[in-house]
């Protein structure tokens, strides 16, 4: 007898009763693993999404010099952003590749909710790993645990107080962080009507795409094999999952 494979996990339906999400993460591309399919569900539905991009993703490309690739990349992801309905891209150009967990990092995110003042913040994993040994990169682990506290920093007038004044208050109005593509995911979102919408998205990373040297890699196939395993948890033909960390005290 052949051992039985194990159940695909079983995801709840993400909460779509909200207005504005904000979405940081640490490089152009980031979202286009998956996530942007999602975003353009929402902004089909009128919902207002935010891009923060924490680096320009300068270190990305061998053969092009930082400041170079920084233009490149910061276009790329200013058009892949437009393909699903997101009209704001937010560049805070750290370091790419050397981003450290730490004060500076929130504050600085912190300023970006404190700005946009979004329902729903969402960020990509942070885990240690994909699930399995694949292990994570440092940047999105370093930005991810920094949003989590940013967003609770955002809310208290006493951090990083010089941020505030000239219109700008204190935002305790974010309910939940969610973490795209986190081995803890626990929800997910039909996004199989907007499947085609996240491929092309990923597309307009021409340059990227072309500069990891990937023989053959195709973006439809990828996304494909990462959405329809989301899919199979929510009883749907393609979903994205996210990791969902209340920001609530109860």
């Known amino acids: 007898m052949s051992p039985e494979r194990p159940a695909p996990p079983s995801y709840e339906p993400l909460p779509e009763d909200w207005a504005t999400a904000l979405f940081v993460v640490a490089h152009p591309d980031d979202i286009e693993y998956g996530a942007a399919a999602a975003v353009a569900r929402w902004t089909g539905q009128g919902k207002r999404v935010v891009y923060c991009m924490v680096t320009s993703g300068e270190a990305g490309i061998d053969s092009l010099p930082p400041e170079e690739c920084r233009v490149v990349r910061e276009a790329e992801e200013v058009a892949a952003a437009r393909v699903v309905g997101v009209d704001e891209v937010v560049f805070l150009r750290l370091p790419d ?101 996240g491929v092309e998205s990923l597309k307009e990373h021409r340059a990227y795409i072309e500069g990891l040297g990937w023989e053959g890699w195709d973006p439809e196939e990828f996304l494909d094999g990462i959405l329809r395993a989301g899919g199979q948890g929510l009883g749907v033909t393609h979903a994205a999952t996210f990791e969902v960390l209340p920001m609530g005290w109860g």
Do not use: C
Not at 106 to 134: H, K, L
């Open 97 to 197: 590749g050397i981003l450290e967990y730490g004060v500076p990092l929130r504050r600085a995110i912190a300023q970006v909710v404190r700005q946009q003042r979004p329902d729903i913040v969402m960020t990509s994993n942070f885990r240690e790993t994909f699930g399995g040994t694949n292990l994570n990169q440092a940047d999105h682990v370093a930005v991810g645990r920094a949003v989590l506290d940013a967003v609770r920093d955002a809310g208290n007038r006493w951090v990083f107080p010089e941020q505030l004044g000239g219109g700008l208050e204190p935002w305790g109005g974010v309910r939940a962080v969610w973490a795209g593509s986190s081995p803890l995911a626990t929800h997910a979102v039909d996004v199989t009507d907007t499947f085609a919408a």
